[in-house]
């Protein structure tokens, strides 16, 4: 591991050494119960006792996650290189992305629900609809601020539309999907959880909701748990992967 690969892991683990000190802190100076907020040792010990079955739902929603992250960004993706070279599509397009961030996102959830069912399609779409919007719209400013003198350069040079938009503004824009990458990284959990808490007989939200509902507090905290780890590995992969895209464009970080 790279030296700051391993400052990185080490700020990491501080964090998490800090959080989990000021959680006990706060259960000891206020005496708060057990059933409104558990104790660490508590949480860690639900984390070994429901192991198979934390396992089990995270699977679940572990697919879901990376279902509508790479749907959501494909699609956006495309749809940034489409509103680039069309001007129709910008007219259209463009304002329909605007208006539906107008749209609360969670509220389309029961409606997700009733059209797609119980299962894992509901979900997904749902985590496409949050991250398609960051996706599309990082990477189609990308494209439109490619420098004005490469592509100046590269039209005295004979190029055609379609060169410059594939060797010149994909390439300079990489960097902004790559951070349109990152937002969909964390927004992707979110969208599955809360379709799982709208409707669903698997994954992590929907045990969340059952743990709740008996006053399991602690497995409800484990469920938690293992959700944000894996959101923390998966915004870091996708880290590696946006800095990887930036270096093929030519950009440094």
């Known amino acids: 591991m790279s030296r700051r690969g391993l400052r990185t892991a080490a700020d990491f683990v501080l964090a998490f050494v800090c959080a989990i ?11 708060v119960q057990t059933f409104i ?7 860690a010990n639900a984390l070994v006792d429901y192991a198979d079955l934390l396992f089990e739902h995270s699977l679940i929603t572990i697919a879901e996650i990376l279902g509508g992250l790479l749907i959501g960004s494909i699609l ?13 599509a910008r007219r259209v397009i463009l304002p329909i992305m605007v208006f539906s961030q107008a749209v609360p996102v969670f ?29 599309a719209s990082n990477f189609y400013d990308g494209l439109r601020r490619t420098d004005a003198g490469l592509l100046d350069l590269a039209a005295t040079m004979g190029a055609t539309p379609k060169n410059l938009l594939l060797k010149i503004r994909v390439p300079a824009a990489l960097p902004a999907f790559g951070s349109g990458l990152r937002l969909a990284a964390v927004y992707a959990p979110i969208g599955a959880v809360i379709g799982e808490w709208v409707g669903a007989s698997k994954g992590l939200g929907y045990l969340m909701l059952l743990a709740n509902g008996r006053l399991k507090i602690d497995l409800m905290f484990a469920a938690l748990f ?20 930036a270096r093929r464009g030519g950009a440094s970080e």
């Not at 956006?76 to 129709?88: I, K, Y």
């Not at 389309?108 to 996706?135: D, E, Q």
């Not at 293992?226 to 895209?245: G, N």
């Open 21 to 31: 000190g000021l959680w006990q802190l706060i259960i000891v100076t206020t005496g």
């Open 37 to 43: 907020l558990p104790s660490p040792w508590r949480v």
């Open 76 to 88: 956006g993706g495309l749809t940034a290189l489409h509103l680039m070279v069309s001007p129709s």
């Open 107 to 135: 509220a389309l959830a029961p409606l997700l629900t009733l059209w797609l069912g119980y299962g894992l399609w509901s979900k997904i779409a749902m985590a496409v609809l949050i991250i398609y919007f960051p996706v």
């Open 226 to 245: 293992v959700l944000a780890l894996f959101t923390v590995l998966l915004h870091y992969c996708v880290s590696r992967f946006a800095t990887y895209l």
